[in-house]
């Protein structure tokens, strides 16, 4: 089935630094979704990207999408404290509804 | 606009005790999921259930696991003879229903954790 490599397992940084994890696939992707877990949280959509090459931003969040859709990447800018959490990327399985997950990227930031 | 709801939040049992987990979806949404996550894993698609009928269970353990969505009430993950290994983070997720679901975000619910002892 549908796997999602995300890459790192770990990050961490000191406040103010950059952070990016990514999210690799072998098939092509029909969509890929982010969602931010924070600790002893549950998580929380940050974005959809469906076009070939798109590119969102929120803030100092920026997200991307591959133009070959196999591969997305988030990157924040200057890390605050309020970023910790863990990142998961998630694409439907084939044409089903079931998101499959990343393993995510745990994000510690030192004050 | 209420969330997500689950309950309850943290649930305890003994081995070979039953756990019944609870999910009540966004106003509106018709379409629910249940995920299971393990300590520092990421989440890993149990079922997929719309009012009245399971239309995806192939994450779901053939033995001991059971889900419903009944009419009336909130959406049952129903664990039997629960073992230790059975113990992790619960969550439910809603999405409207829509053309092309699988492009609906997925609303997660605060999850719950089940400590089997």
């Known amino acids: 089935g549908q796997q999602v490599m995300q890459i790192p397992q770990y990050q961490h940084v000191q406040e103010g630094e950059d952070f990016t994890t990514y999210c690799n696939s072998s098939?092509?992707?029909?969509?890929i979704q982010w969602y931010k877990q924070r600790p002893g949280g549950h998580p929380v959509f940050l974005i959809q990207l469906v076009k070939s090459g798109e590119v969102k931003k929120q803030k100092r969040l920026t997200f991307q999408f591959g133009e070959a859709k196999k591969n997305s990447s988030l990157h924040i800018t200057a890390t605050q404290t309020t970023d910790v959490g863990t990142y998961f990327c998630a694409t439907p399985q084939g044409g089903s509804e079931k998101l499959v997950f990343g393993k995510g990227t745990k994000l510690t930031v030192n004050p | 606009n209420a969330g997500v709801m689950q309950n309850p939040r943290h649930l305890v049992r003994r081995r070979g005790q039953e756990a019944r987990l609870r999910c009540s979806p966004m106003?509106?949404?018709?379409?629910v999921y249940w995920y299971r996550q393990l300590p520092e894993e990421g989440l890993k698609f149990m079922v997929y259930l719309q009012k009245e009928n399971i239309i995806d269970e192939s994450g779901m353990p053939k033995e001991r696991f059971s889900a419903e969505f009944p009419k009336e009430g909130p959406s049952i993950l129903r664990i039997q003879q629960v073992v230790r290994g059975d113990s992790a983070a619960y969550f439910c997720?809603?999405?409207?229903?829509?053309?092309?679901?699988?492009?609906?975000?997925?609303?997660f619910g605060p999850g719950t954790r089940l400590t089997v002892l």
């Open positions: 997720a809603s999405s409207p229903p829509g053309i092309r679901h699988s492009y609906n975000e997925q609303f």
């Open positions: 098939t092509t992707l029909s969509n």
């Open positions: 106003k509106g949404h018709s379409h």
